[in-house]
Every structure is written in structure tokens, then in C-alpha cells.
């Protein structure tokens, strides 16, 4: 798998899950990107109201390979 990757950083939100979230985050990215191959989940954070949690965010980091680098 060599060849040259560029990361962008993303964050996710899910009223669910932080996996949704993550899911969410790579979903979108995949909408107007290509060659999406990696992630990492950068940071974890969570929206309380009213004693419950209203929301899972997720920061990720994608990783995507440049095109024309296959070597």
C-alpha cells in the first residue's frame, strides 16, 4: 500500500453514538472525496442536558491517497 496520502480533520456529530458519529464524518468525506483509505478518531466529546447525553462528537482525522502516486 505505498504511495503519497493527504489527511484532512473532520468532526462528527450523532444524536446515537460516537461510532454513528464516526460514520457520519466519513460518510460526508466520501461525498466529495476519493481514495479515502484511513481514519482515527482524534477526540471523543459528548453534549449533556438535563442529566442525558444529546450528543456524540467525534473528531477524525482522514487519510486519502493522492492520486497518480501508485508506486
Do not use: C, H, P
Amino acid at each position: 500500500m505505498s504511495g503519497v496520502f493527504k489527511s484532512i480533520e473532520m468532526v462528527g456529530t450523532s444524536s446515537e453514538s460516537f461510532e454513528d458519529a464516526t460514520r457520519a464524518a466519513v460518510k460526508r468525506a466520501g461525498e466529495s472525496m476519493r481514495n479515502l483509505e484511513w481514519l482515527e478518531v482524534v477526540e471523543q466529546r459528548g453534549y449533556i442536558s438535563g442529566g442525558d447525553i444529546r450528543e456524540y462528537q467525534v473528531k477524525v482525522k482522514l487519510w486519502f491517497k493522492l492520486e497518480g502516486n501508485d508506486e
